[in-house]
Each structure stands twice: as structure tokens, then as C-alpha cells.
């Protein structure tokens, strides 16, 4: 929107040519059966990403596309196979970039990068199960120009794997954590107990028999005894990565407001009130 209205004034556009171009940063039409919100970014900060699960492989692949090509990047989840071979069929042949997230992707535009936020995530998965929805957590983090690092295959049976990496992790002092983890869902209480950083933890559909499914994992970090940790749905790699964006954000502004706070002289004294001449 700000480039719009600096065109505007630049006297690049007519007044006409920027109220359409405004409109269609708020909602755009595709189809007449789906509505991209291309001021979701301007609005909340976050990009739209398009479930790709019950949309068919062209409509979802239409869709990815288009916000690439109208935002600069265009995110795309829960891509199957029939999926990638369309999605990888229009961007060749829109001649943008695809960066494959495992099961998600992040289209980008040639040249195209998101404002840099002064901000880190980190993400810790238990197992290398839990990859696919890490990585949906990083595309999020990436695509909100958040610096980000990944952890993987630091699950509890071997506690001895997770001392030096979550040490590490805790001196690059990320602003937020999110642990992802199936079986028991043990890691993120974990994790929470063991730092004063906001942790989110994403219950993973991963394990067998009876809660198998993820229950037992969504169930655990519901019931987790470190206070503060908050629990998304199932694999809700998007849901968990975009409230890490929000968090993550959030806090670098609030530092930039305090530095600049800090650095601004302070407002000058008031003057104390003049006497009155006094009466003869």
C-alpha cells in the first residue's frame, strides 16, 4: 500500500489507477470460487498460505501462483504429489522460484524478499517424523523475514541429546521456541520448564496403538505441568509458525521503540511560571 501511495504522490499513477490497485491488495477473485485476501500481510503482518488438502492440484497451484505474483511470495501446505507436479509445472511457466518446505512450499517472485524483522524462532522437532511439520513453522518464520533455526531428532528417549543443542539454541536467545513432537508429546513440557522463552508446542500425528494418531501427544502437552507452554492442533505446523511470526515481531518492535526511547533527548523542562509585576 505504502508503494502505491508513493507512486500516487510521485504522480506515477492517476488517482483512478490507485484506488484500483489499493482495492486489490484488500481481495481479488479467482475463478469466482476463490477469494485470495492479499491484505492479510498489511494487516496482521502474515502472508495467506493455501491449504492445498481438498483443492485440486490447478486450483491450488493457480492460487500459490497468484499471490507470488501479486505479493512477491505465495505459501502453499499439505501439497501431495499430483500436487508438486502441478505447482512445479505454473511456476516454471510463470518464471517465478519454488522453495520446497517438505509438504509445504514458498513461491517467490525473482528479486523478491521479505522486510527483515529484527527477530528469531527456533524450532526443535523430537523425532525426524515431526519434520514436515517443523518445516511448515520455518516457511512461516522465513516468510516473515524472521531469522530462524532448526533442531531436529532431540526427543527424549535419548535425553542426552537435547543438553548441548537446546544450550545453544538458548545463547543464540531466540525470542520464541516451538517444539514439535508425536508419541508421548513429551519434549515441549520439557523444553518449557527449562527456559523463559515463550514455548509453543505442536502435537504431532505420529506413534501407534491407542493414541496413536496424535492424541496422546495433543492430550500430554495439555496436561503439561511447565506452566506457559501453549498447545495448537494437530500438526498445525501454520497455525504454531504464524503465532511465533505474531510473538516474535511483536517483541522487535517493542525493542526498537525502547532503543529509539532511549536515544531521543528528553523533552525540555518546563518553565517555571513569571511573577507578576507587582501593583503600585
Known sequence: MLSILRRYRAGELSETEAEHLLRR???EEL????HLDLGRQARRGLPEVVLAAGKTPPDAARLTVRLAQEQGQGLASRLSAEHWSELEAEVGAAGLELHRHVNAARV???????ATVDARIAVITAGTSDLAVAEEVRMLALAGGIECRLVADVGVAGLHRLVAPLSRLLDWEPDVIVVAAGM??????LVAGLTDRPVIGVPVSTGYGLGGGGEAALL???????TGLVTVNLDNGVGAGAAAV?????AARRGAEAVERRQSPP???PRPPEKAAPQL
Open 25 to 27: 491488495t484488500q481481495l
Open 31 to 34: 475463478a469466482g470460487q476463490a
Open 108 to 114: 517467490l517472485r525473482p528479486g523478491f524478499s521479505p
Open 184 to 189: 508421548d508429546g513429551v519434549l515441549p513440557g
Open 220 to 226: 500430554t502437552m495439555l496436561q503439561s505441568c511447565s
Open 246 to 250: 505474531l510473538i516474535a515481531a511483536r
Open 267 to 269: 523533552p525540555p523542562a
